[in-house]
Nanobody, 125 residues
Framework: QVQLVESGGGLVQAGGSLRLSCAAS????????MGWFRQAPGKEREFVAY????????YYSDSVKGRFTISRDNAKNPVYLQMNSLKPEDTAVYHC??????????????????WGQGTQVTVSS
């Protein structure tokens, strides 16, 4: 298991931008596929974005495609989620997730074995 810590959340006006970071412990972090999920009050956890261990493959939910970008720099550890053109409906607690099991693109909560505590993102209208 890898330990994950998110940062970068906050309050932003609609149309603004935020960049979330996910730092991981462990020397094998570069071998983990990573994902971002979010959970709004009263709603189920929702997939946001995925990136392969190498960074060569990314995948997004339709609700954020074209506005959010997931990236990683395995030499520096963090995985990032750049969020642009934010909308009030993006308000949620954002969690990063990691998994070492082989496989391709994954977008389900059950596909990831390690989770961070989350960082709050609030978008005002």
């Amino acid at each position: 298991q890898v330990q994950l810590v998110e940062s970068g959340g906050g309050l932003v006006q609609a149309g603004g931008s935020l960049r979330l970071s996910c730092a991981a412990s462990g020397r094998t972090f570069s071998t983990y596929a990573m994902g971002w999920f979010r959970q709004a009050p009263g709603k189920e956890r929702e997939f946001v974005a995925y990136i392969s261990w190498s960074g060569s493959t990314t995948y997004y939910s339709d609700s954020v495609k074209g506005r959010f970008t997931i990236s990683r720099d395995n030499a520096k550890n963090p995985v990032y989620l750049q969020m642009n053109s934010l909308k009030p409906e993006d308000t949620a607690v954002y969690h990063c997730a990691a998994d070492r099991r082989p496989g391709g693109v994954r977008a389900g909560s059950a596909d990831f074995g390690s989770w961070g505590q989350g960082t709050q993102v609030t978008v005002s209208s």
